[in-house]
């Protein structure tokens, strides 16, 4: 078993405390025997370990303990892009279904009323069910703003029920395009990334509601936080360049923590591969870094964590919104 730097910094912990199987303390036992920073680190943690145990038993903090076991989560594999958008069009409509009258005036997040927000959601479905093996369509956010805007009018005299079913029949045939072949262009996006844009927006839109409304949301799923957070990673070279940022030839490792939370180690350039050792180890929880993509979060209310290059780290959370819609 050969193991990585990403992968040692992983085991070095149990490594200290002995807690490897053989076979991996084997493979760490080679690596730090090639590696003189990484049996450094080892032997700086053994110390500290000792330590620890000569110093007899503590009480950790009950906050400590507490974080831990939030971030201590099974990690879970994503969804299907077609079951995240079931999934999340479920949450969506339980909220719909707790809204009364004086609900649907309210202003949400990105300044449309609750009842507007629902319409703009069938807008773009709409759009995006319309645009299906059309090549030179290009729904992007400045399109999105424009076609929201335009037909809102249409249904400034519809009843909000009339405005529920227009959104459910938009959602069916937007979901139904999962028979299509894979490499079916929907709103110029290859047809698995169309379907999990448009449950990141739901997603994205329930809670803009359950703000706005005072509602309690249903918990969002931990797979389809992670289905989620798989295609904002691997926006983030795009985004980065989108915003300005040039760093060829760097690597960046994405720590997600939390339900649905993953590990990715990314280019930070679009044109090249990803590098074997990270310049920078982003940590940070999936939902902030999500609503940071979604661009509901500013840079300074992300909880993130950068080890080595912090500057490309905040670059990485500051970009993440960069495609951002309504």
């Not at 007899?56 to 076991?69: E, M, S, T």
């Not at 030179?136 to 029920?161: G, K, N, Q, Y």
Request: proline letters at 6%; glycine letters at 6%.
């Amino acid at each position: 078993m050969d193991v990585t730097r990403s992968e040692f910094q992983d085991l070095v912990g149990a490594y200290a405390l002995d807690a490897c199987d053989p076979e991996e303390a084997a493979a760490i036992d080679a690596y730090v025997a090639e590696h003189a920073d990484a049996a450094a680190e080892a032997e700086r943690l053994r110390d500290v370990a000792a330590w620890l145990g000569a110093a007899g038993a503590l009480h950790p903090p009950v906050a400590l303990r507490d974080r831990l076991l939030a971030a201590a989560v099974l990690p879970v594999e994503p969804l299907p892009p077609a079951d995240a958008l079931r999934r999340e069009t479920a949450r969506f409509d339980l909220l719909l279904d707790s809204l009364d009258d004086h609900d649907l005036e309210r202003p949400t997040e990105n300044g449309l009323t609750v009842r507007d927000l629902v319409t703009h959601v069938a807008i773009v479905d709409e759009a995006f069910v319309a645009s299906a093996d059309d090549e030179s369509v290009f729904i992007d956010a400045a399109s999105v703003e424009r076609m929201t805007h335009a037909r809102l009018p249409e249904a400034a005299d519809w009843t909000f029920a009339q405005i529920r079913e227009r959104t459910r029949t938009a959602r069916e045939s937007l979901v139904a395009l999962e028979g299509r072949p894979a490499e079916t262009r929907v709103g110029g996006y290859a047809l698995a990334s169309a379907l999990v844009i448009r449950a990141f927006e739901t997603w994205t839109h329930c809670h803009d509601i359950a703000l706005a409304t005072g509602k309690p949301e249903v918990d969002v799923e931990a797979p389809v936080m992670r289905t989620m957070a798989e295609l904002a990673v691997q926006t983030l070279p795009l985004a980065l360049a989108a915003r300005g940022y040039s760093y060829p030839g760097r690597t960046a490792r994405v720590v997600m923590t939390g339900p649905g939370g993953g590990d990715w180690t990314i280019s930070c350039d679009a044109t090249e591969a990803a590098g074997a050792v990270p310049d920078v180890v982003l940590r940070v929880p999936i939902v902030e870094f999500c609503r940071r993509f979604a661009d509901r979060l500013a840079v300074d209310d992300v909880p993130f964590e950068a080890d080595g290059d912090t500057d490309l780290g905040r670059a990485l959370v500051d970009a993440a919104p960069a495609f951002a819609g309504l």
